[in-house]
Nanobody, 123 residues
Framework: QVQLVESGGGLVQAGGSLRLSCAAS????????MGWFRQAPGKEREFVAV????????YYADFVNGRFAISRDNVKNTVYLQMNGLKPEDTAVYYC????????????????WGQGTQVTVSS
């Protein structure tokens, strides 16, 4: 399966910005859909954003409200999440995901995560 390494998290004040990165490695083909999820303490993991293999389509959770942007660099096989206007409720461990299709990545059987990167937003 695809190996994933997240980075870029940290501590920021409310209203600040962070740019998360996720490097993926695996089969020779790099045509993976990729996305971001997050999990706050005591909460279930939730969907944040997804991008298809060529970057032509992106989708976001409702709570994003235009604050985040997902993008990818297929030469580096890396997906990014630019987060602006961060709020304390955005505090969570952020994980990326990768699969051959968006449907399988978002499906209930998906279970391939990196170590995650901590995002903490202070008020």
């Amino acid at each position: 399966q695809v190996q994933l390494v997240e980075s870029g998290g940290g501590l920021v004040q409310a209203g600040g910005s962070l740019r998360l990165s996720c490097a993926a490695s695996g089969p020779t083909s790099t045509k993976y859909a990729m996305g971001w999820f997050r999990q706050a303490p005591g909460k279930e993991r939730e969907f944040v954003a997804v991008i298809d293999w060529d970057g032509s389509n992106t989708y976001y959770a409702d709570f994003v409200n235009g604050r985040f942007a997902i993008s990818r660099d297929n030469v580096k096989n890396t997906v990014y999440l630019q987060m602006n206007g961060l709020k304390p409720e955005d505090t969570a461990v952020y994980y990326c995901a990768a699969d051959y299709t968006i449907a399988t990545m978002l499906g209930p059987e998906y279970d391939n995560w990196g170590q995650g990167t901590q995002v903490t937003v202070s008020s």
